[in-house]
């Protein structure tokens, strides 16, 4: 559990300084979206949508908690918990891409929505949408093998600044240590 906190908090600070490094298509154009855009950016998300979203959702919650370090938990609860996980993302889903039709209305333009309403009208832009979410429990996969090395870095230089032993911070589960206990690659 102490990892999941640790990895939300640590993408929540960064999902926060990238949102105040650059300003957010809201801030970007002040002008209201018009009903054509509205209208084009709803087209936009739904044709965005595949039937292989649950799936890709299921995947990504299964690989996450088999690579948690509090892999104590039985198989039995860990299936139980992304089954749920993913039906309560999967009831939130028509919530969730409601609320990006207006940023997408003010982020694009209407040209540009109109381009990827044509394209994602196509065989070849489904086929694409398809594909995208067939991979993407792998493409998260390779993503959080990185996680580990990213953790280690983080709790060393979070002790570099606050005073603390980093292999007590990072704890036993995440098998990223040099030897003596020393961090693999630190800096």
């Known amino acids: 559990m102490r990892f999941w906190i640790v990895l939300l908090s640590g993408l929540s600070l960064a999902t926060g300084a990238m949102a105040q490094s650059k300003p957010s298509p809201a801030e970007a154009t002040a002008d209201q979206p018009s009903a054509r855009q509205l209208a084009l950016s709803r087209r936009y998300v739904e044709l965005s949508q595949s039937e292989q979203m649950e799936d890709a959702l299921r995947g990504i919650i299964m690989a ?10 039985p198989d039995e609860d860990r299936l139980f918990i992304a089954d749920l996980t993913t039906e309560l993302l999967t009831d939130l889903l028509p919530e969730m891409l409601d609320s990006l039709v207006p940023i997408y209305a003010r982020g694009f333009t209407e040209a540009e929505l ?23 429990p792998e493409m998260n996969q390779s993503m ?44």
């Open 114 to 136: 109109t381009a990827l309403v044509a394209f994602y009208e196509t065989d070849l832009g489904q086929s694409i949408i398809d594909k995208t979410y067939v991979m993407m």
């Open 144 to 187: 959080m093998a990185m996680m580990p090395r990213m953790m280690n870095k983080m709790a060393v230089r979070m002790c570099d600044r606050f005073g603390c032993d980093a292999d007590a911070l990072r704890g036993p589960a995440s098998g990223e240590s040099g030897p003596q206990g020393k961090p693999s690659d630190s800096k």
């Open 64 to 73: 996450q908690a088999s690579v948690a370090p509090t892999n104590r938990i």
